[in-house]
C-alpha cells in the first residue's frame, strides 16, 4: 500500500506544491499584516495541498485518453498501466475530503466558496476540449490561492485579495501558452483547443509576454494598495528578471528550453515574491 501511495504521489508530482504553496501564503500574509495564528496556517496548507492534490488527480483522470496518444505524456502513469484511474481518483477524493475539512475549520465564507472553487479545478481539463481560453482557466485556478488565502485570514474578499488573484491567474495563465507550445501539433491532430493550435507559437509567446506584463502591473498595484515596503520591490524586480529570461529562452523556432526547468522558474518566482512580500511588510 505504501508503494502504490508513493507512486500516486509522484505521478501528481505532490513535492511541487511547495512551488504551489507561496500563492496562498502572499494572501495570508497580507490580509494578517504578518503572520498569522499557526492553526491559520496549518488549515491553510492543508487546504492548498488538498486542492492541488485534488485538480492533478482530476487531470490525469480525464486527460488520460489524451495522454496516452501524446509522445510527450504517453509514459505517465495511468497511460503505462502503472496505476488505474479508480486509484487516482480515490486520491482525488482524498484531496477533496481534505480541501473542505480545512474550508470547514477556517471560517463560514471559506466553506462556502469551496464547490465554486471545486468548479474550476476540476473543470479546467473539460476546457481544453472546446475552448481555447483554457490557459485562462488554469490561471484562475492557480489565482484562487491568494484570494483564498486573504479569505481564511480575513474571512472577507477585499481590492488586494482581487488584484492578486487577476496578478496570479496572468502570471499563470502567461506561462501555460509558453507551456501549451509543446503540444501544437498534437492538438491540432487531434482537435484540442489551445492558443498555439488556434493562432500559431508565435502568437502564443507574444500572449504570454503580454500577459506576465499584465501580471507584474497587478502586483505593482498589489503593493502600492497594501502599501509594502523596498524589500517587495526588489523581489518583484527579481522576478521580472526571471521572468525576462524565461522568455528569452524560448522562440518560435527553438521550444527545446521548454520542460521542467521552465516549471521551475515558476516555483522559484512565487517564492520569491512570497518571501520579499513578507520581507515589504516590514523593510
Not at 495564528?37 to 489524451?66: P, Q
Not at 485556478?141 to 488584484?163: H, K, R, Y
Not at 509594502?228 to 518583484?236: K, R
Request: proline letters at 4%; a positive charge.
Amino acid at each position: 500500500m505504501a508503494k502504490r501511495l508513493l507512486l500516486l504521489l509522484d505521478a501528481i508530482k505532490f513535492e511541487h506544491s511547495v512551488f504551489a504553496l507561496p500563492f496562498a501564503y502572499i494572501g495570508m500574509v497580507l490580509a494578517a499584516r504578518g503572520f498569522p495564528a499557526w492553526d491559520k496556517v496549518i488549515w491553510i496548507t492543508l487546504a492548498m495541498v488538498g486542492a492541488r492534490t485534488l485538480a492533478m488527480a482530476a487531470n490525469r483522470v480525464l486527460d488520460a485518453r489524451y495522454d496516452a496518444m501524446n509522445p510527450r505524456t504517453a509514459g505517465r502513469a495511468i497511460p503505462k498501466g502503472i496505476l488505474s484511474r479508480t486509484e487516482m481518483a480515490a486520491l482525488g477524493v482524498a484531496g477533496l475530503a481534505a480541501m473542505f475539512f480545512s474550508a470547514w475549520q477556517l471560517n463560514p465564507l471559506c466553506l462556502r466558496l469551496a464547490p465554486l472553487a471545486v468548479v474550476v479545478l476540476v473543470g479546467y481539463s473539460w476546457t481544453k476540449r472546446f475552448t481555447w481560453t483554457s490557459h485562462a482557466v488554469l490561471g484562475l485556478a492557480d489565482g484562487l490561492a491568494p484570494a483564498g488565502g486573504w479569505i481564511a485570514v480575513s474571512g472577507t474578499v477585499e481590492i488586494p485579495a482581487l488584484l492578486l488573484t487577476l496578478a496570479v491567474a496572468f502570471w499563470i495563465g502567461g506561462f501555460d501558452l509558453i507551456y501549451a507550445c509543446q503540444d501544437v501539433d498534437f492538438d491540432r491532430g487531434i482537435r484540442l483547443h489551445s492558443v498555439p493550435a488556434r493562432f500559431g507559437v508565435a502568437a502564443a509567446l507574444q500572449a504570454s509576454s503580454v500577459s506576465h506584463v499584465i501580471a507584474l502591473v497587478l502586483l505593482v498595484l498589489v503593493g502600492v494598495n497594501v502599501g509594502l515596503g523596498l524589500l517587495y520591490w526588489v523581489g518583484l524586480l527579481l522576478s521580472g528578471v526571471l521572468i525576462v529570461h524565461q522568455h528569452r529562452s524560448v522562440s518560435p523556432d527553438d521550444l527545446s528550453n521548454i520542460g521542467p526547468a521552465s516549471l521551475n522558474v515558476n516555483g522559484y518566482v512565487a517564492i520569491i515574491v512570497f518571501v520579499f512580500t513578507v520581507g515589504g511588510l516590514y523593510v
